[in-house]
């Protein structure tokens, strides 16, 4: 399920950047089933890249979130 921008915003800097790692973790292991040929979801990819995008663009919103 993707995540709301509400939900977004009541976590703290740490909490972004490690759902930021874990979303790049996730994309980084779809991209190999897509290769390899067993992705079962190929649009899982597109929202797990609109998820870093999102997070990192609330994280940017704030001031001390660095990648």
Do not use: Y
């Not at 995008?53 to 994280?59: K, P, S, Y």
């Amino acid at each position: 399920p993707m995540m709301k921008p509400n939900e977004v915003r009541n976590f703290d800097n740490d909490e972004i950047l490690n759902e930021v790692n874990k979303r790049r973790e996730e994309l980084r292991e779809l991209r190999f089933q897509a290769a390899v040929g067993q992705l079962s979801n190929p649009r899982r990819i597109r929202m797990a890249r609109r998820e870093i995008a999102r997070l990192l663009t609330i994280g940017s919103e704030r001031v001390g979130v660095q990648e």
